[in-house]
């Protein structure tokens, strides 16, 4: 099992739908989860971290994550086509090898 | 406050050359962190800078090594280039690494021919 997978998808919304990007990992002492965004191209740019169960809202951007099902989640309220990008979750992995550990991403386009 | 910057931004080179590219942090971070981007295996970790000091170290051959300054600005090196190096190169920056927010530079693209 990868240590953090994400459906590589694409994923297609229509302009002002919910988007759903999912993320599991392996590593049960996990303590920190973010998701980045990455428009084609460009260098991740952070959009949300999450360090407790729960949801954890800024905008119209809703991270969630239990850690006993080892699953971390982004929603995207009302998606606009400047959110088609990869999304890419990671893990924080404190005292192993790696600092951080991505996912391979979750290709996001909202149709106009 | 000025993000991250990487350079150089663009770089062509050939088979057993070698290259060094270089990052200076978000003014006051102290942690360095360097990533590989491939479309086959995504974003890896190469290795992590902390005061002047390599504090973790992903899977890759010593080819790829690098150092940290006085200023925490970094270099890394890849020595005798292969073609599977063309990748994107990323650094990020936090303020003393840890579960902190990692902050990324707009990257190096290397094409090794």
């Known amino acids: 099992q990868k240590e953090v997978e994400q459906n590589s998808g694409p994923l297609s919304v229509p302009e002002g739908a919910i988007a759903s990007l999912n993320c599991t990992y392996s590593?049960?002492?996990?303590?920190?989860f973010f998701w980045y965004r990455q428009y084609s191209g460009k260098s991740p740019e952070l959009i949300m971290s999450?360090?407790?169960?729960g949801d954890k809202e800024d905008g119209r951007f809703t991270a969630q994550l239990n850690k006993a099902s080892q699953y971390v989640s982004l929603l995207i309220r009302d998606s606009q086509p400047s959110d088609s990008a990869t999304y890419l979750c990671?893990?924080?992995?404190?005292?192993?090898?790696?600092?951080?550990?991505f996912g391979k991403g979750t290709k996001l386009t909202v149709n106009p | 406050k000025a993000g991250v910057t990487q350079t150089p931004r663009y770089l062509i080179k050939t088979r057993g050359q070698q290259v060094t590219l270089s990052c200076s942090p978000i003014?006051?971070?102290?942690?360095v962190s360097w990533y590989q981007q491939t479309p086959g295996q995504g974003l890896q970790f190469l290795f992590e800078?902390?005061?002047?000091?390599?504090?973790n170290k992903g899977n890759f051959p010593g080819r790829f090594s690098g150092r940290q300054f006085s200023n925490s600005r970094s270099e890394m090196n890849v020595s005798t280039l292969e073609l599977g190096d063309s990748a994107l190169y990323l650094c990020?920056?936090?303020?003393?690494?840890?579960?902190?927010?990692?902050?990324f530079g707009p990257g190096t693209r290397l094409l090794v021919l």
């Open positions: 990020a920056s936090s303020l003393a690494g840890g579960e902190e927010t990692q902050y």
């Open positions: 990671a893990v924080n992995r404190q005292g192993g090898s790696e600092k951080l550990v």
């Open positions: 999450i360090y407790s169960n």
């Open positions: 800078y902390f005061s002047e000091t390599q504090r």
């Open positions: 003014s006051g971070h102290r942690s």
């Open positions: 590593d049960r002492v996990s303590q920190s």
